[in-house]
Structure formats: structure tokens, C-alpha cells
């Protein structure tokens, strides 16, 4: 289900002039030190608000700027040929906005959604713990219903955002053993007591993405802080999987196009043996063989942003495992590819291919890894390629 329309065609490209804007002044110019100093930047993540970015698919009536689902991908796709993983946390913060907004309780949306808007608190979804990731039906923290809500008990493990943001989604157990049957979803407090929250991880690059995790140590959710109730929370989780699976797609596209356009023009620049080293056919073919896979991913990625803006969720189980499985795929040896038409230069750290390879190997894992993609796709064969489907 998308939560909006979109705007018209001028006032978007408007948008996305501002948002180019936004980016080359807070983003562009700080990527490599929030990596080299492992700085999770909360505060270039609520200032996306300015443009009404964490509020970017939530409709103009509950305070969002009410952008269709391919024009938030656009905006997505522009952060992440600079930094994927800014473009990552900030996304992650705008789910959990636009979750409330489709279903929360007046109460909830009233607590939480202008803060989440106006990047006054930050957004988390937990799902992973440090012993269920994939499996996500075998997630052990439990709540317990005690006397005006639930006690929660447990650990989630990998989180985007969990350096600091303080609504979180979280997904529990409440009845052991059950595995998707007794799952349901709660709305912490990261301000809370008996919230007790694991410091960020140290990544190979991505630091901007703020992955970290959380203890519950006997936390009280009362009853107006279940937002799916038990049995709906699995289904609750994968609602919305395919649209990140899709948007994942697309950063990895953007990630290798920008590259892809640096490589071009370094080629075209570049001269060995008396000639621009675009000339050489050993050279162009390689970024040539780069263009050609590129193209098939946005391809696949516009199928499945197509489905999705249909509005049919189960039709767009398959083309959003096929975008992701593909763009994630090809964007690390493309990347390398890219890399190596500059030569040596390829290596700088200013040129941005390194930080671009680390977020292309995260983009592997999150929203479901490449090997699940691949048993999406595998489960679907019969049904796909029978003699008489
Ligand atoms: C930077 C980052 C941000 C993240 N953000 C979030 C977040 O915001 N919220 C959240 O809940 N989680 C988040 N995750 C966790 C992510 O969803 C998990 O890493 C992912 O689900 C895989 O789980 P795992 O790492 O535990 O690997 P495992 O499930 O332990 O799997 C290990 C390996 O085995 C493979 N494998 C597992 N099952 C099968 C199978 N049936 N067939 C073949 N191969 C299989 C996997 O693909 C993987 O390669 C994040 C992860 C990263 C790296």
C-alpha cells in the first residue's frame, strides 16, 4: 500500500533541486569524516526535516510533503550517489513516521509522528536480535502481559539509527515458541529507564548508518504502545519489505551510476600510450559491460517500483526480490570496475568508490540478504516457469 500520490511534476523537480542543494552543502562535504571519526550524524539527519524529508511519503494532511513512492526513490537515489548509508539511516527514521501513519492509534500518532516529521526524535524498526536475523520468526525477547500492558525482556541486535534514535518499533514474542503465530510489534521509549541501549557497532565503513542494538530489561509497554497486536506482527514486519527491498535496489543503481560517470569522464581525460584510455577496448568494454548490467537492474527496479505503486503487495513479492538480488549483485564488481578505469586514483578516499563499496556490501544483508532473495526467486519457480503457467 503507498501512503500518497505524489506532487506534481514541477513542484518535485523543485524538491529535488533543493534536495541536490542540501546534500553537496551537509552531506557531500562530511561523508569521509564521519566515517574516519565513526560519527553517526544525527544532527544532518534531522535537518533533512528542513526539507520535509522525514515526513517525505506521510500525506500533506498529517504533516508529510506527500511524495509517491518513485519520487521518494528519487530522492533516495540522489542522497545515495553521494552516501548511502546517510540516505540509509535517514529512511529508516521516515519508516517509522509513515508506519504510524498507517497504523497507529490516534494516541500514538498524536505521542510520536510530529517529533519523527520535524527530526525532533529519530526512528528505529527492530527486528534482528544477536541470535535470529534472517530466521526472523525465531526472535526470542518475549513480553509477558502484566497488569495494564506487557513486560518486555530481550535484545535486538543490528539496528539502523539505534545510536540514538529514541522511537522504535520493536517486534516480540509473546508466546515462546510459537515463532510467527505469537509475534507482535510495540512502540519503545529510547528515553526509558529500563531501555538500555548497546553502543554502535564498529563497521567496516557505514558508520553514518548508526547500527547498534539495545537491551529491554524488564520493560512496562502499557496497552496504547502494542501497535500490532500478537499474530500480526510478522505480517505487520514484511508489509512494507518489499518497497525496502526495492529502494535498496535503487541505491545500489545510483551508487554505480555515479561511479559509473566518474570513470567515463576520467577515461575520457586519461591518457596511456597516446590516446584518452576510453579508447582502449579493454578498458571501455569493461565500463561498457557495467552499463549494460546497470540498465538491467533500473530496469528490474522500476518493475517492481511499478508493481508496488499498483498497490498489489503479494504481486510484488517476486520483482522486488529480482531488483534487489540483482542490484546487490552487480553493484560491488561494478563499483571495483569503476575503480580500476581510474587507476590508482580510483583509491582515493575523496573519490568515494571505497565508501560506495562498503555500503554496497551492506546492502547484501539489509531488508533481507542476497541468499533469501535467491529462495524468494527459487520458491517461485514452478509457479513462474511450469510448461503451463
Ligand atoms: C548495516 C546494517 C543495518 C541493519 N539494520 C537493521 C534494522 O534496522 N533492523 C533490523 O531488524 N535488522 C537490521 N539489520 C540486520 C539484517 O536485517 C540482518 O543482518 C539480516 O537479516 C541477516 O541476518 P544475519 O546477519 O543474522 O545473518 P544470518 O541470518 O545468521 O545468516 C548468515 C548467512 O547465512 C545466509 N542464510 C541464512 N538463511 C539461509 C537460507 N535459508 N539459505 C541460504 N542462506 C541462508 C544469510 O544470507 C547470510 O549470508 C541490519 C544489518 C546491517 C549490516
Redesign the pocket.
Known amino acids: 500500500m503507498t501512503l500518497s500520490n505524489g506532487l506534481p511534476q514541477k513542484e518535485f523537480n523543485d524538491l529535488l533541486g533543493n534536495v541536490r542543494e542540501f546534500r553537496d552543502e551537509i552531506v557531500t562535504p562530511n561523508v569521509i569524516d564521519w566515517e574516519r571519526t565513526r560519527t553517526f550524524p544525527s544532527d544532518a539527519i534531522s535537518s533533512a526535516s528542513n526539507l520535509g524529508l522525514l515526513g517525505m511519503e506521510i500525506p500533506p494532511e498529517m504533516g508529510g510533503l506527500g511524495l509517491s513512492f518513485s519520487q521518494k526513490l528519487k530522492v533516495l537515489d540522489t542522497f545515495s550517489e553521494v552516501s548511502m548509508p546517510y540516505a540509509f539511516s535517514l529512511v529508516?527514521s521516515h519508516n517509522v513516521a509513515a508506519r504510524l501513519a498507517r497504523h497507529g492509534s490516534a494516541n500514538q500518532r498524536e505521542r510520536y509522528l510530529s517529533d519523527l516529521i520535524r527530526g525532533k526524535k529519530l526512528g528505529?524498526?527492530?527486528?534482528?536480535e544477536p541470535s535470529?536475523?534472517?530466521?526472523f520468526s525465531a526472535i526470542s525477547a518475549h513480553a509477558t502481559p502484566v497488569d495494564g500492558g506487557w513486560n518486555l525482556t530481550g535484545e535486538k541486535a543490528?539496528?539502523?539509527n539505534a545510536a540514538a534514535s529514541t522511537v522504535i518499533v520493536a517486534y516480540i514474542q509473546t508466546e515462546q515458541g510459537s515463532r510467527a503465530k505469537g509475534i507482535a510489534s510495540f512502540l519503545l521509549d529510547g528515553t526509558s529507564e529500563e531501555f538500555e541501549r548497546v553502543a554502535p557497532y564498529d563497521?567496516t565503513g557505514?558508520h553514518a548508518?548508526g547500527?547498534g542494538g539495545f537491551r529491554l530489561n524488564n520493560y512496562f509497554a502499557p496497552h496504547s504502545d502494542l501497535l500490532a497486536p500478537p499474530g500480526e506482527g510478522f505480517a505487520a514486519a514484511l508489509a512494507t519489505i518489499n518497497e525496502a527491498r526495492t529502494y535498496v535496489a535503487t541505491m545500489c543503481c545510483a551508487m554505480v551510476e555515479a561511479s559509473l560517470r566518474e570513470a567515463v569522464q576520467y577515461a575520457g581525460d586519461r591518457e596511456t600510450f597516446g590516446r584518452p584510455i576510453i579508447e582502449h577496448q579493454g578498458l571501455s568494454w569493461q565500463l561498457a559491460k557495467v552499463a549494460n548490467q546497470l540498465e538491467a537492474a533500473r530496469a528490474l527496479t522500476e518493475k517492481a517500483i511499478t508493481v508496488i505503486e499498483n498497490g498489489d503487495t503479494n504481486s510484488a513479492i517476486l520483482p522486488a526480490a529480482h531488483a534487489k538480488k540483482f542490484a546487490t549483485e552487480l553493484a560491488e564488481p561494478a563499483l571495483a570496475a569503476c575503480a580500476q578505469a581510474m587507476g590508482a586514483n580510483g583509491l582515493r578516499e575523496e573519490r568515494l568508490i571505497g565508501h560506495r563499496l562498503t555500503a554496497a556490501r551492506?546492502a547484501n544483508?539489509?531488508?533481507?540478504?542476497?541468499?533469501?532473495m535467491t529462495?524468494r526467486i527459487a520458491k517461485s519457480l514452478s509457479a513462474t516457469y511450469s510448461p503451463s503457467s
Request: aromatic content about 8%.
Open positions: 529508516n528505529s524498526t527492530a527486528l534482528t535470529a536475523g534472517s530466521d543490528w539496528i539502523t563497521l557505514s548508518i547500527t551492506v544483508y539489509v531488508d533481507g540478504s542476497t541468499e533469501i529462495d
